[in-house]
């Protein structure tokens, strides 16, 4: 299974991202026991099982403004910014999880703008600790 922000790269389209990204979302929401296989065979296709959990795209064009203005079936194209936003949504234990990172498209590959922020329990409580 590709990262979403491995998927962001050159000659990438929008809508294939957002597709393998819902695939992937239904996967770990399966593993997270939020979703059982019965549930996707039963489900809707006009409003997928994962939805209940991950409502939103995955990505937007980046630039002047935050939700900057784009053509998502152009290509990626070297210099193209775009955020990389996965989340999900527990209505019934009130809580969200969305995590964001910001991806330059280069000619090879990507540049993730906030690899160096933390993201992982252990860093973030070292940073809130250390004062």
Known sequence: MRSTI??????GIWKDIQKETEMNMEQELIKLKLLKLSDIKRQDPAW?????????????FLGLDV??????QTPY???MVFTVEPGIYI????????????IVVKEKGNFD????????????????NSK
């Open 48 to 60: 997928p099982a994962f939805k209940k959990y991950f409502m939103h795209n995955v990505s937007h």
């Open 77 to 79: 194209k070297p210099g």
């Open 113 to 128: 703008l906030m690899r160096n922020i933390p993201v992982e329990i252990d860093e973030i409580e070292e940073i809130m």
């Open 91 to 102: 209505a019934e234990e009130g809580l969200g999880i969305r995590l964001e990172n910001n």
């Open 6 to 11: 491995e998927l962001v790269k050159k000659g």
């Open 67 to 72: 939700h900057d203005v784009g053509y998502f």
